[in-house]
């Protein structure tokens, strides 16, 4: 079983990522680590807890890390998520399963201390800054991750917050540097693949069909969510980031990608948090992220609903 650690800021597809994880007996979840991002850290924390309670998972090890990024105010996106960052299911429970007491980045840096070199793999799917303060904190652990699969940036379809830049990239661009030049291998899914990914009315039927309370909670989260490109966009659907990472792990074969390098604006104020992706490989700098840019979407939505099913 693969070991990882699931660094999230839920949100209804860090909620769905994080169901697919807990529903795939090739993963183990050695703990869940929560940051500040689509909504402030004492939410996504709490919403992490619901999330494993709908999962049948209420053991589930759930720490908070950082309330805020390394040297900015923290930007959030409750005009997606809505105010909780799980709108959708009515009413949203309150988690009765305790949060731990360690926090987030000791957790993160414990583990990688004591599991076996190269055996723990970092799923980040929100703002970088548990992790870049980890590697900065105890940078011994750089050499002794597996992977980082990462959600963030763009290439081709550039912003979603900004007309440049992609949401977790972009509220903590400082980290997001530390993570790419750490020299950890790292798998990046940016918008151009999570934006094919639509949760179309007949994929969240299939959810709801499920019927179980996790089923029912991803459509009536997953409603709630894809409101925002449907109504803005006329869109098919919602893009479901944040599964994409989870998927990678059970499913390479679902995604495609090129291996380039990848550095982040931190300076621009026009640009700030760009992923200046060198797709074409017009520089010299040695490659040291998997681009990927494109996804079997419907081999993908058949493994959430195979997976959440079991659950
Ligand atoms: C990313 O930002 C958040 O709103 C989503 O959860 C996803 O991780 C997409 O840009
Ligand atoms: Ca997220």
């Not at 011994?140 to 979603?160: D, L, S, T």
């Not at 599964?243 to 995604?255: E, G, M, S, T």
Request: charged share 20%; aromatic share 6%.
């Amino acid at each position: 079983r693969r070991k990882i650690i699931i660094d999230t800021d839920p949100g209804q597809d860090d909620a769905a990522a994080i169901m697919l994880a807990l529903g795939s007996p090739e993963l183990e979840v050695l703990g869940i680590t929560c940051v500040a991002g689509n909504v402030p850290l004492t939410r996504t924390q709490e919403n992490a807890r619901i999330v494993c309670e709908w999962a049948g998972r209420p053991d589930m090890a759930v720490y908070a890390g950082c309330d805020r990024p390394l040297s900015r105010e923290l930007v959030t996106a409750e005009h997606v998520h809505g105010r909780t960052g799980l709108n959708g299911p009515n009413p949203l429970p309150v988690p009765t399963m305790p949060l731990q007491e360690q926090h987030a980045v000791d957790f993160i840096i414990d583990t990688l201390r004591t599991e076996p070199s190269k055996s723990v793999t970092l799923c980040t799917l929100g703002p970088l800054t548990n992790v870049a303060t980890a590697l900065t904190k105890a940078p011994e652990i750089v050499p002794r991750i597996k992977e980082i699969v990462m959600m963030g940036g763009a290439y081709f379809e550039v912003g979603n917050i900004t007309p440049a830049a992609e949401f977790n990239i972009y509220v903590d661009p400082e980290s997001a540097d530390i993570v790419f030049k750490s020299g950890v291998s790292l798998v990046v899914m940016p918008l151009d693949v999570t934006h094919r990914a639509l949760t179309t009315p007949a994929r969240v039927q299939a959810f709801r069909d499920i019927g179980t309370v996790a089923g029912i909670a991803m459509a009536d989260m997953l409603a709630f969510f894809e409101r925002f490109d449907v109504e803005k966009y006329g869109s098919e659907g919602g893009p479901l980031h944040d599964p994409c990472v989870i998927a990678y792990l059970l499913r390479p074969d679902l995604f495609k990608g090129r291996h380039i390098n990848v550095q982040i604006e931190t300076q621009s104020q026009l640009t700030l948090g760009m992923t200046v992706a060198d797709y074409w490989r017009v520089t010299d700098h040695a490659p040291n992220a998997m681009f990927m840019q494109d996804i079997d979407a419907d081999g993908y939505f058949a493994l959430l609903t195979e997976r959440i099913a079991t659950l």
